[in-house]
């Protein structure tokens, strides 16, 4: 059984920075590919940033290149999603995801594990 659990979510100015945390259990990210998604008030849920297995390859929707940084530790079995010029617009609950299939890091229904989410807020 697999478990990953989001941390770091939080109320921000617009302009601030976050960095959200995604611990995971049971299994390593070593073997998953791993995902970030956010779901806004009446949004459907939406693909953020990406990471491949080994941490060598990053996918981020064009809404957040450039702003967001997608990273891992695998030792410590956990992700991270550094999130810097922070906008009214990424106010969301933030998602962490794990894939065992390769492939498309973008679609939902790619995934085969969630957590729980984490409430981000910006204040403009």
């Known amino acids: 059984q697999v478990q990953l659990v989001e941390s770091g979510g939080g109320l921000v100015q617009a302009g601030g920075s976050l960095r959200l945390s995604c611990a995971a259990s049971g299994r390593t990210f070593s073997t998953f590919g791993t995902g970030w998604f956010r779901q806004g008030p009446g949004k459907e849920r939406e693909f953020v940033a990406g990471?491949?297995?080994?941490?060598?390859?990053?996918y981020y929707a064009a809404s957040v290149k450039g702003r967001f940084t997608i990273s891992k530790e695998n030792a410590k079995n956990t992700v991270y999603l550094q999130m810097n010029s922070l906008q009214s617009q990424d106010t969301a609950v933030y998602y962490c995801?794990?894939?065992?299939?390769?492939?498309?890091?973008?679609?939902?229904?790619?995934?085969?594990?969630w957590g729980q989410g984490t409430q981000v807020t910006v204040s403009s």
């Open positions: 995801a794990a894939k065992v299939v390769a492939g498309d890091y973008t679609a939902v229904n790619r995934y085969d594990h």
């Open positions: 990471i491949s297995r080994s941490g060598d390859t990053t």
